[in-house]
């Protein structure tokens, strides 16, 4: 089933494995891919890849990430990068998706040059600095920032864009009701927290005939967060006003390594690329990181390690009736084929075993792999605070 030829909606797809958003750090100054992504994603594509889903995409300035390398679609001017790119990836036979995202507090002020906004005042705890609470007038000129994006996207050609209303971004915030404390009709309860993305996504249906996707995290770990039952509340709200499709995830930045599990991360590269830590004097790091090397393996990592979102994916996916795909964990074809087969989601899609092997569908699809060889230490997901993505044993 998996290598079958098929739809997601009304997209042709040659199989059920899709490549999940991943921040590449591959933009020139604008925000606009660079020709290395493109040849990076046509490389996917040739290798048999069933969709590709791009890095998320900033549709506005005070949303833009910390990192750098984000993809940006906050103006006009990017609409001709992104055709280029389209056309590359549609020639070498895979569907692309946008995936357009908004940071909220999950930034810091001073790097993105911008006062951050939130739906209300919560610290983060890695990125302390006080966000502006967002006034009605702010929260639609958001919604008209998502909604540009996708009008931009569509005139790009891309084939769906995906919302990212996960891992503890804006949208995420606003559908939380640990993020969201409003008292307004954009708070409270289960409908007036889904408000913002509704209207989103019924905007985005009024002006293209783009697909919107949304990536969501299905539970999160903080108090009065995101829990499977009301995240179903707000698919089913989503679902009404047209929403086409749904990427199961969980976590926040705040929760840790609970998006991207990981079996041990190593210390050396927390010590090269996280923040503070990053900054600390070189005589300072000398000293504490044997100390992080003894306490590492003591630290309690978040279980199950594979396949960790497919139960939530499977709840959903018995609730409404667009495609589901099951994203995090997922390395072994018997797993996949069991996933698809058994019905707990329609697509699979996958991040960090595509950062060490782009070719993994191929060699899946021809036999001579059954598993990925990604050993999920989440290097790979360090080396973004500062440089491009890439894995720390190179390509295997
Ligand atoms: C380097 C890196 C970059 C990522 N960038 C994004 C992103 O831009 N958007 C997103 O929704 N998730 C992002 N993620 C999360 C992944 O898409 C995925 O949800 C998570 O890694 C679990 O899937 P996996 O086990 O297949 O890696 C990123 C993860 C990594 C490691
Ligand atoms: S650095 Fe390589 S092996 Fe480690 S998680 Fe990333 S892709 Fe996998």
């Not at 990076?40 to 995409?57: D, F, P, S």
């Not at 899609?349 to 070719?359: A, G, H, T, V």
Request: proline share 6%; net charge neutral; glycine share 8%.
């Amino acid at each position: 089933m998996v290598f079958e030829e098929t739809k997601i909606g009304t997209i042709p797809v040659k199989n059920r494995i899709i490549r999940s958003a991943t921040h590449d750090g591959m933009v020139g100054p604008d925000g606009a891919p660079t020709d290395a992504l493109i040849r990076k994603y046509v490389g996917l594509a040739k290798n048999e890849v069933g969709c590709i889903i791009t890095g998320y995409a900033g549709v506005a300035e005070e949303g833009f990430s910390n990192y750098p390398g984000m993809l940006k679609i906050h103006d006009d001017s990017l609409i001709p990068a992104y055709e280029k790119l389209v056309s590359a990836v549609h020639e070498a036979g895979a569907p692309i998706v946008l995936q357009i995202a908004h940071c909220g507090r999950q930034t810091s002020s001073k790097k993105i040059g911008q006062q951050k906004v939130a739906p209300s005042n919560v610290i983060h705890t890695f990125y302390p600095d006080r966000a502006e609470v967002m006034s009605d007038l702010l929260i639609y000129a958001m919604i008209d920032d998502f909604v540009e994006a996708a009008i931009r996207a569509e005139k790009a050609g891309f084939d769906a864009v995906e919302l990212h209303g996960g891992h503890g971004y804006i949208l995420h915030d606003f559908m939380s009701a640990y993020g969201n404390r409003r008292k307004d009709s954009f708070g409270g309860s289960v409908k007036n927290r889904a408000k913002v993305v509704e209207l989103i996504i019924k905007r985005i249906k009024e002006k293209t005939n783009i697909p919107v996707w949304i990536k969501i995290s299905a539970e999160d770990n903080r108090r009065n967060g995101m829990r499977i039952d009301t995240t179903i509340e707000i698919l089913k709200i989503l679902e009404a006003a047209g929403l086409d499709a749904v990427e199961v995830s969980c976590g926040t930045v705040e929760d840790g390594m609970n998006t991207m599990r990981s079996k041990l991360m190593p210390m050396a590269p927390v010590f090269k690329y996280r923040e503070p830590v990053a900054s600390f004097p070189e005589p300072l790091k000398k000293v504490f990181l044997p100390a992080a090397n003894l306490i590492n393996p003591l630290i309690k990592q978040p279980t199950p390690l594979e396949n960790f979102n497919v139960p939530n994916a499977a709840k959903i996916k018995a609730a409404l009736n667009i495609p589901v795909i099951a994203v995090g964990g997922i390395h072994k074809l018997s797993d996949m084929e069991d996933i698809i087969s058994t019905g707990k989601a329609d697509f699979v899609s996958m991040c960090r075993p595509f950062i060490c092997e782009p070719n993994l569908v191929k060699k899946l699809h021809e036999g001579t792999q059954t598993e990925a060889k990604c050993l999920m230490c989440n290097y790979c997901g360090l080396v973004i605070e500062k440089d491009p993505t890439k894995c720390l044993y190179g390509r295997v």
